[in-house]
């Protein structure tokens, strides 16, 4: 039995969550809603951390949908650099849970709680969905499901502040360019290639060759992700959404959405483009680089002067995602090694902070600089897990954010670019600027009078601290998500000489089963 | 007790006690008497290493990997073991004198105070014993943020300003340049160990062997070489505990000891002197040391002069490992001990008259000298020992300095060690003189808690207060006689098998 369901695990953790998902808004009570989605994440969890654990020695597992051989069939892919994914996700996912069920009480009512919950599954299910995928039109599928519910889930701030209405529409007027972009660019590759498993495209992109719709398809590729992971200036909807979302919602999805996104992006750029194809590199040579440089200062700049430690973070969020994008755009090994080493690091960072930020909401209702002052003397934990996770920002050594810093600077340095490593070291300090003002408030202020604050309740105190635990265990021992790193990088490189062949694939496969490879 | 063990309970033991002391926030008997127990012990475990270090064995400890190929690992060597034993030895004597001017000052804070000086320590001994560049940059910046607290404590306006200060400039350097320089030194040597004769050697472009350099020598902004200086005034806004032992000893010690390492090992002197890739930092120092000397003696407030003089002192080591000869060298190692002793007792001076008349201004201390003789006393001595006068510890590390200076042909530099000795005389003596030759003007508004005492006779600071410097004042003296022991320790580092011996 259990064998029988661990070969159907890469679809598993999906269909759990999926199957969830309405399951939550039919039973109608909150608590149960609570207790279905908190098993279903688990599961999810359980399962990413299995595929992760037999995809590290670099094999790689491809599941065939309902048993249609790729490439006509849905074929899910498991490599190293999509299991990471899964498992940062579906980590965040397992975490927020009991977290979100404490801090929704005091931002909606009650009575919208499952449905809460049932937006919070859907928009997982997507998340891990694109990640698991190895067809390309299904990533277009599941990015909807998450957007749509992503969308929904921010406007659930609209209780406590009424601009998620707006910040929630904004994001999808913009979500939906973006995806509609990526769509686009999809239907190009169709035109040219005639399928759309990403393993097959990569082969047959490489006979159609350098021609002017696979040019138009991949800009129009790296628009759409470029939207979604908030790549500067693409980045507008970001500030307002992360700012008016629940604050679980905010951390759950600074620590995931634009992570998967990047994720495709990668996938895309290096699995399905990889055949010498000039564009690419010219792109983000001029384009992608400059533009991530640019994010790195324009946005840590801009987190400098904002009045509310929320909007701070998600315009530190835009400079961070500068980080990733320029070390994929050093288009060697070890930066993509670094982008994706820093896109856990960074997850795992932001997510202890936005947490740490949402206790603050929930005990004085506010994320206002001004009302913070003094606040280290009455939530000491909050506070301590806020700068904690503000070291990481900077890249304090024995922080994960060091580690990322360490490999950013060694792959710029190993291409001979002394400038870039100066340009990164120099947009840190402008971290330590924007850490400091939240730390200098809330420790060295004397607090306003008459202020009733009290700790946090514990059940949003542990999920913060188990962000922060991470954050400072994987910077003390690298060694899981540097070794995952890279072989996600060596993954995304080399992901052709693992593809079928469409010629050896023969319709006696065995329906129903999933193979292994 | 293993050697190993030994390494891993001279960080962890500090670092432990801190939970010891935030239980113990409402009983200070019980907080100090555990603040004192661990400074003895910890000196009683650095003495044993001392002694096997002395035996010509080199301690190791491994903790682990942190990325691959870069681990957390400890090894003792002759420079890492000096720098050990001055920060735990004048540990217990802070720990001593912190309880006496905590008190009579009534600060507040005081169990936060307690907490921050214990990860200092242990980040100090972590910063000396490292047996690699990065496992020493993680306890640099240990030190940085641990003393952060410390300078901001009294939480005022003019601390906070203060701690800003000290923050960003040492966190912008050592980030700014320091990180960078040694992901370089890993991304071309392929290895960050401290190993003796250096790791770079035909490793890297000669010509761009000044620039390295120069990343690692402003990157240690701790050293307070020239321009990047401004955090260590700034720092003197915290209690005087925290000015006296680290930013007299541990953490401005911390600065020069990783310049002399990266001299020396990472480098090597051989790879400097031949290239002369060092040349250049040679004149920085050299400025550093007489600027600072001069903006010292225009400082009207006793701690900013002495920061100044800190300043000033530090660059003479930067300068010692800059002359790239085997004796600059031993001068610069001498002289973290030497100067270490001598400013801890100066700086514990000021502390305690601050403690008994609340004065901060040299100009208002006029006849103090005659009210607080053994205070002074003590702060003579300290001076002399700055100034480099025998028989006083400070006199031998300016002879090895000199002899560094003429080996290496800089007639020029030996010039700069006299000029500037002059001007520690100019702006170190007119304070001693003042306080015992100079009448006051008026009553003295002298008082010791509340109770305002009329001023004739005797009037100490509180005993915690005067003991302490009187202490290290005598180290000082002992110095002097002991420096043949600290010679026969550094040697294997200055002179290693193969270099003549004067």
Redesign the interface.
Known sequence: MLSSLSAHMPVLQVIVLLIAAPLCALFGNRHLAWTIAFIAALAAFVISTFLLGSVLDGSVISYHLGGWAPPWGIEYRIDAANAFVLFIVSLIGVLVLPYARQSIEREFEASTHTYFYTCYLLCLTGLLGVAATGDAFNVFVFLEISSLATYALVAFGAKRDKRALTAAYNYLIMGTIGATFFVIGIGFLYMVTGTLNMADLAVRLAEVGDTRVTRVAFVFILVGMGLKLAMFPLHLWLPNAYSYAPSAITAFLAATATKVALYVLLRFTFTVFQFDFPVQELTFEYVVMPLALVAMFAASIAAVFQKDVKRLLAYSSVAQVGYMLLGVALLTEAGLTAGIIHLFNHAVTKGALFLAVGCFVYQIGSSRLGDLKGIGKTMPWTTAALTAGGLSLIGVPLTVGFISKWYLIQASLETGSLWIAGLIVASSLIAVVYVWRIVEVAYLEPAPEGRKAKEAPLSMILPTYALVAASLYFGINSELTSSAASQAAKALYSATDLAVPPMQLTPSDPPSEGAVQ | MSPELAITLTILLPAAATLLLAVLDKRPNLREAVSLLTAGALFVIVLGLLQTVLDGAQPTAHW?????GLSLAFEIEPLGMLFGVVAAGLWIVTALYSIGYMRGNNETNQTRFYICFAIAISAAMGIAFAANMFTL??FY??LT?STY?LV?HK?TDVA?KGA?TY??IL??TS???Q??AI??T??VAGTLDFEQGGILADKIDPTLLPFLLALYAFGIGKAALMPFHRWLPAAMVAPTPVSALLHAVAVVKAGVFTMLKVGVYIFGIDLLATTGAADWLMWVAAFSILAASIVAMTKDNLKARLAYSTISQLSYITLGMALATSLGVMGGAMHIAMHAMGKITLFMCAGAIYVATHKTEISDMDGLGRLMPFTYGAFFIGALSIIGLPPLGGAWSKWYLMLGAADAGQIIMMGVFMVSSLLNIAYLLPVVARGFFMGNTGPLAYSVGAAAVPSKGIQEAPLWCVVPPCLTAIGCLLLFFYAGDIYTLIEPVAFPEGTSQP
């Open positions: 682990f990997d942190v990325l691959p940059f993680i910046e240990v943020l607290p901001a939480e906070r800003r923050l960003g966190i912008t980030i700014g340049f990180l960078v992901v370089w890993w991304v």
